[in-house]
C-alpha cells in the first residue's frame, strides 16, 4: 500500500487559497488519491477524489500530475470553519484505507 | 437518509474488562469498517467487514475483533482491555464492496465512541 508523506502543519489566513501538497511515491496503478477533512472530536469527511490530471467540485481542487506521485489539493479562498486536519490517502479498490498523520491547517482571522 | 450511527458515545472501562461497541451504517451501505484514533497513533485501521465476513485487517492484536450482521450492522470487540486501549474508535461504511473496476468507494464516518480504560 502506497505510503504518503504531507505537512504536519499550515497556516492560512480567511480568503486566501491554500494548497496542500501530498507525496506517494509508490502509488500503484489501481489506486486513487483521496483526501479527508476531519474537525475536532468528529469522524473524517471526504472531500475529494482523483486518479489523474485535474478534479474539482464545490469545495476543493485536486491537481495531480502525469507521473500521479504526488497531488495537491486546493482549497480557495479558506474561512475560519476550513481549520481541521486534512489527510491524504492512497486507496486501491479494496477499501482498505492508511491514514497518515495528516495536515493541521489553521486559518487566521 | 440517516447517516452512520455508533453506540454508546462514551463509555469507561477498568482494565482486564472487555468492552462491545456497534455501529450502524447508512441504509443500503455493505461495506463497514473501524478504525483506532489517538493523540500518539493517529487514525489507525482496525478491519472492514463486507457481506459478514472480514475482507481487510489492520496491524492490530487478536484482543480486538468484529463481526457484521446480515442488516449490515457491525459489532467490534475488545477483550483484556488495557491502558492503551483509550481511544476514539471510528466506524465508517460505503455503498459497495470492493473488486471489480469501480472507483473508491467514499466512506461515510459516524461520530465515534470515545473508551476510556481506567
Known amino acids: 500500500l502506497a505510503k504518503t508523506t504531507q505537512p504536519i502543519s499550515m497556516d492560512s489566513y480567511e480568503g486566501q487559497e491554500v494548497n496542500i501538497t501530498c507525496s506517494h511515491n509508490n502509488i500503484a496503478t489501481n489506486d486513487y488519491i483521496t483526501w479527508y477533512q476531519q474537525f475536532p472530536s468528529q469522524g473524517p469527511r471526504f472531500i475529494i477524489q482523483g486518479y489523474k490530471t485535474k478534479v474539482t467540485n464545490e469545495v476543493a481542487s485536486l491537481f495531480i500530475p502525469a507521473d500521479r506521485k504526488s497531488s495537491t489539493l486546493s482549497l480557495p479562498r479558506v474561512s475560519l470553519s476550513d481549520t481541521a486536519v486534512y489527510y491524504c490517502l492512497v486507496v486501491g479498490n479494496n477499501n482498505d484505507m492508511r491514514f497518515g498523520a495528516g495536515t493541521r491547517l489553521t486559518v487566521k482571522p | 437518509k440517516a447517516g452512520v450511527t455508533q453506540t454508546p458515545r462514551y463509555l469507561i472501562k477498568t482494565r482486564g474488562q472487555q468492552v462491545t461497541l456497534s455501529c450502524s451504517p447508512i441504509s443500503g451501505h455493505r461495506s463497514v469498517s473501524w478504525y483506532q484514533q489517538t493523540p500518539g497513533q493517529g487514525l489507525q485501521f482496525l478491519f472492514e467487514y463486507f457481506s459478514e465476513t472480514q475482507r481487510n485487517k489492520g496491524n492490530f492484536p487478536g484482543r480486538f475483533s468484529g463481526r457484521q450482521f446480515s442488516n449490515s450492522r457491525s459489532e467490534m470487540n475488545v477483550s483484556t482491555l488495557e491502558l492503551g486501549d483509550s481511544a476514539l474508535y471510528l466506524c465508517?461504511?460505503?455503498?459497495?464492496?470492493?473488486?471489480?473496476?469501480?472507483?473508491?468507494?467514499?466512506?461515510?464516518f459516524g461520530p465515534g465512541t470515545r473508551l476510556t480504560v481506567l
Open positions: 465508517a461504511s460505503s455503498p459497495e464492496g470492493a473488486g471489480g473496476l469501480s472507483s473508491y468507494n467514499e466512506q461515510f
